[in-house]
């Protein structure tokens, strides 16, 4: 069971020293942000962007434990292959590396609108040896469009961090879901504004069964699931 597995896994260890040198790390980028409804374009230690714009260890962890258990043959009926995962919002790539390090065999397509902050997620995946993942840099609200005509099966949602903008990229990304696909929603209660737009995926005509963990939200699209929310805690 996912929500029970207490294994610590190979790739953790590695992926925590990376977020520690970043953490660390005394440079100062320029960095483009679109994250908040707006562009703007400041100074940022890149310490400060480890501290509030990476998902916490344990979020990325159960990623990681959700990612295997999907690419597991046991999970679908019918023989699938790799899966086909997309993450709003890379920063400095850490929650991308535990995705991608979940199974090498899947494609994570990750979308980041500043260049600087793109080229020290790449430098870090570079360091770990992960070779699956995909950057698209750029506006998400441009670059998703152009993207979302393929199969999903995962996607995780921490980009801009507005209710509009997280019901623009949910109904984007529903409507190319596979029928056993999840996504995960980041910081569902960074705001009035974000939980009110949680609140309006419950209740999507294609959403069956979501989870609610608080500061993050799983949404499944299974139709034999019982249309329910379920509070748990990680």
């Known amino acids: 069971m996912v929500f029970r597995d207490s294994n610590r896994y190979y ?3 590695s992926i925590e020293r990376q977020r520690l040198a970043m953490l ?3 440079q100062t980028i320029q960095v483009t942000d679109y994250g908040v409804g707006r562009t703007r374009s400041t100074l940022r230690r890149v310490t400060a962007i480890a501290k509030t714009g990476l998902s916490n260890r344990t979020t990325a962890e159960l990623l990681f434990r959700l990612v295997m258990h999907m690419t ?22 850490i929650t991308t590396a535990y995705l991608a390090a979940a199974d090498s065999r899947n494609r994570v397509v990750t979308f980041e609108g500043s260049d600087e902050i793109a080229a020290l997620a790449k430098a870090n995946w570079s360091r770990l040896d992960i070779q699956n ?3 698209v840099q750029g506006n998400i609200d441009d670059t998703l469009y152009n993207y979302a005509r393929e199969e999903i099966d995962f996607a995780f949602i921490d980009a801009n961090h507005t209710g509009k903008a997280t019901l623009r990229y949910f109904e984007i990304i529903a409507s190319c879901i596979h029928p056993d696909g999840i996504v995960a ?3 569902i ?6 939980y009110a737009a949680w609140k309006q995926i419950i209740h ?4 069956t069964a979501t989870m609610d963990f608080g500061n993050m939200g799983l949404v499944f699209f299974e139709p034999h699931l019982e249309r329910k929310t379920y509070l748990l805690r990680i």
């Open 185 to 187: 929603v980041d910081d």
């Open 133 to 135: 993942i995909v950057l």
């Open 189 to 194: 209660r960074y705001s009035p504004d974000m």
């Open 204 to 207: 999507h005509p294609k959403v």
């Open 72 to 93: 597991g043959d046991e999970y679908r009926l019918q023989p699938h292959g790799p899966l086909n995962i997309i993450e709003l919002g890379t920063s400095l790539g």
């Open 11 to 13: 790739a953790w260890q």
């Open 24 to 26: 660390q790390s005394s």
